[in-house]
């Protein structure tokens, strides 16, 4: 066989997405008059002159050649192993699943190694694992395994499907010109497009969504219609398939609706609908991702043979900035927050972030805060993007990516809530609040509004649980969502958040849930010491409002900031209403008596309670109740505003859970029973170390001494929070009316006057 020319070999883009994930998606066509450019192949990611400047850079490129070092070693290492290409039979974790995984992400680098190198021998193996296939694929069945709504042939559904087919295409491209004639019609007629008509046509329930599943379909389609220049497979990419036949109540294996009712399809459709204009992506930083690499993937092949689509500035542009966002939507250590289904450790230093930071800053505006998260992540795409980035690095252009205090907000048009970060940078670290204020997040979505999670130096201080799965584990359901996702990591009691009636929001219905969204009243974060996040949901409970103010106070000093929480609860008629946190490590000390209770049952029967392990409870003795914890030395502590009618439960998870899927994370519920209206007001402080050398602990007792409600007028909620030291601090909240009306109140003989919907005043004495 003849090797390509140098003039007109070009490189296919590598990027491995490591973990892939269970979801589910829709779509409609119609034509495009964009024309396609054609020619010999790889024409889909790069040009001649852009592979001509990459050889031409090797060796002087130090992240560049590493990347490209290592992925030689991975490829050579699975060569020596021999062609595998087995009959699919397992679940994610399996053999075959793992095996058919590695082939593709083998194929594609062996695809670009072959390019860049120009040595036949990764050009062969590719055309021999394709051919394999080509024999393979023909008399292939659905996988036998039947969980999937969608099921695969590959794998069993047809998102890992999909996967390969991305992938594959990419390979695929890198060797089309080089393979004779007839494999490429072999390839062409046995393989690449049958299976491009099997995600589609012949699965719509995946195809056409708007989801992440449809959005790795879609661009599976795509990009292989891209490689063999077949227009009518790029349209239906793009536009999705008109007549789909999709019950408007049929459902995904996550309980969340394939169709709705006049909703548009295709690629683009899932560039439109799940993007807000701030780049947030509405399933979430985990599952924003995982779809980020077919999302930019297929965007840089349509850009090369599609430019007229301008796809980099389509929507405003919200590719480039939903890379911004979700790096946004990591804490200290570059892991992503696990908002709705979100296995915790996933970082952006997973493939698929690789890919998206590097072409983010070649097709972006060259942002060189991106540049210190590709040293962070050690390497670069084996592409022009890559290059340029590694380029850059080199000459010494990487500036910090510093994460500030931002509000993303949800949905096409920004207005269904959205998720508020708030952020300190002090000299001994850092501290992040995180609020969950969005819609529901389509079928990966919790009920969980107005919930939050806080942060301190990277490490989790008050947990989301996340999700409960144990991805590509065989062992714990071959490796998909357990059952207990849906009892317990769904529902509202496994947030920090307000839970009435031992009820989750919305009765955990996705359907009703779909429909609303918090209404943020107040993000200001232009007083660093004083930064604020304030929201409210009508809907979660008939005839109940709930109102959630959450405070981030830097004294001065620079000294580590406070959390103060104050939920209000207004409801038409009584109920039992929960506020819990989850907590890690030891607790040190309780404000109030505890007993432990002699049997260990459960804490109710249904809505994630059946879960919990009632362990102890209290009754608060003062106005206010302190609760403090240890965890990896430091010290931490809630003051809660707090009555003698109030009950407190201490909790652990793993209640009914025969099988051990849960972890046995500790809890802390504030429980008030036969009320109609409520305040939560609490303060939350890290406080303190522990030296497990000397034996020393220094400050573990909290700075605040108590918290009291101070009488108001109608319409107004006083805080007085009064510090060890005798400093006294007050903070008002003022009813959702009357936000952003100028105030003027007297409390204890002083005068307060502010405009907005809160202060915090110091009380002078």
């Not at 993303?408 to 002090?426: E, F, M, T, W």
Request: proline residues 4%; glycine residues 8%.
């Amino acid at each position: 066989m003849k090797l390509i020319s140098r003039n007109t070999a070009l490189v296919v883009g590598i990027t491995l997405s490591t973990l892939f994930v269970s979801c589910d998606e829709q779509g409609t066509s119609q034509d495009t008059s964009v024309a396609t450019t054609s020619g010999a192949n790889p024409n889909v990611v790069l040009t001649t002159t852009e592979v001509e400047d990459i050889r031409a850079k090797l060796g002087s490129v130090p992240l560049f050649d590493s990347s490209l070092a290592v992925a030689k070693q991975e490829v050579d290492a699975a060569m020596e192993k021999g062609i595998q290409v087995p009959i699919p039979k397992d679940m994610a974790g399996g053999y075959t699943h793992t095996q058919h995984k590695l082939n593709y992400t083998i194929l594609h680098k062996a695809g670009v190694i072959f390019q860049l190198t120009g040595e036949e021998k990764y050009a062969q193996y590719t055309r021999d694992v394709l051919m394999k296939y080509a024999e393979m694929y023909p008399s292939l069945p659905r996988h036998p395994q039947e969980r999937s709504y969608s099921r695969g042939k590959i794998f069993w559904q047809c998102l890992n499907d999909a996967n390969w087919l991305v992938h594959m295409s990419q390979a695929y491209d890198a060797i089309r010109s080089w393979i004779p004639e007839e494999d490429r019609e072999t390839l062409d007629t046995k393989l690449f497009r049958p299976f491009a008509d099997f995600l589609s046509v012949e699965t719509p329930q995946f195809f056409n969504r708007i989801h992440n599943h449809s959005t790795w379909g879609t661009v599976a389609v795509g990009m292989i219609g891209l490689v063999m220049d077949d227009d009518e497979l790029v349209d239906r990419a793009l536009y999705g398939i008109k007549n789909d036949s999709i019950s408007s109540t049929a459902m995904d294996n996550d309980g969340g609706l394939i169709k709705a009712e006049g909703q548009k399809t295709g690629f683009l459709a899932n560039l439109d609908e799940p993007f807000s204009p701030d780049g947030y992506y509405t399933e979430g930083p985990y599952y924003q991702r995982y779809a980020m690499y077919p999302f930019l993937a297929f965007a840089k092949a349509l850009e090369t043979k599609k430019p007229a689509l301008k796809i980099f500035e389509y929507n405003g542009g919200v590719l480039i900035k939903a890379v911004d966002a979700l790096l946004n939507l990591t804490d200290q250590n570059g892991d992503f927050f696990p908002l709705n289904d979100g296995q915790k450790g996933m970082s952006y230093n997973t493939a698929s972030l690789v890919s998206a930071v590097d072409i983010a800053y070649y097709y972006g505006n060259q942002d060189a805060r991106l540049l210190s998260v590709a040293q962070q992540q050690g390497q670069v795409e084996l592409d022009i993007t890559g290059l340029a980035v590694a380029q850059a690095i080199e000459a010494g252009k990487a500036i910090p990516f510093t994460k500030e205090s931002v509000l993303l907000h949800d949905g096409p048009k920004g207005n269904q809530g959205g998720v508020a970060i708030l952020r300190a940078n002090y000299e001994s670290g850092t501290t992040a609040l995180v609020m969950k204020n969005a819609s529901h997040g389509l079928s990966h979505g919790h009920f969980d509004k107005l919930s939050y999670s806080l942060y301190e130096d990277g490490e989790e201080i008050l947990q989301d649980y996340g999700l409960a799965r144990f991805v590509n584990v065989e062992q714990k359901n071959g490796g998909g969502y357990l059952k207990e996702n849906t009892t317990w990591a769904k529902q509202t009691i496994a947030h920090n958040t307000v839970v009435i009636d031992e009820t989750s929001h919305f009765k955990g219905s996705f359907k009703e849930s779909s429909k609303h969204h918090p209404e943020i009243i107040t993000f200001d974060t232009n007083d660093k010491k004083l930064q604020v996040v304030s929201a409210t949901e009508n809907n979660a409970y008939p005839g109940t409002e709930i109102t959630r103010t959450m405070m981030m106070v830097t004294p001065e000093g620079g000294s580590k900031p406070y959390i103060i929480d104050i939920n209000q609860i207004k409801s038409d008629q009584a109920h039992q209403i929960d506020l819990p946190f989850y907590y890690h490590g030891q607790v040190i000390y309780t404000g109030f008596d505890v007993e432990a209770s002699r049997e260990l049952r459960p804490l109710g029967t249904g809505n994630g309670y059946q879960h919990i392990w009632k362990e102890a409870t209290g009754t608060p003795k003062d106005a206010s109740s302190q609760f403090t914890w240890l965890n990896n030395n430091k010290f931490y502590s809630v003051t809660t505003l707090s009555d003698s009618k109030d009950t407190f439960i201490l909790g652990r998870v793993g209640a009914n859970d025969p099988s051990f899927n849960l972890r046995r994370d500790p809890m802390f519920i504030h429980r008030k029973t036969g009320v109609k209206n409520a305040v939560y007001a609490q303060v939350i402080e890290s406080h303190g170390t522990y030296n497990a050398v000397t034996e020393k602990a220094q400050d573990a007792y909290a700075s605040v001494a108590s918290i009291t409600q101070e009488k108001a007028p109608e319409g107004y909620v006083a805080i007085k929070i009064t510090m060890q030291s005798g400093e006294e601090q007050l903070v008002m909240v003022v009813d959702n009316a009357f936000a952003k009306a100028q105030h003027s109140i007297t409390i204890s003989n002083q005068t307060y006057t502010w405009k907005g919907n809160y202060t915090l005043k110091q009380i002078k004495n």
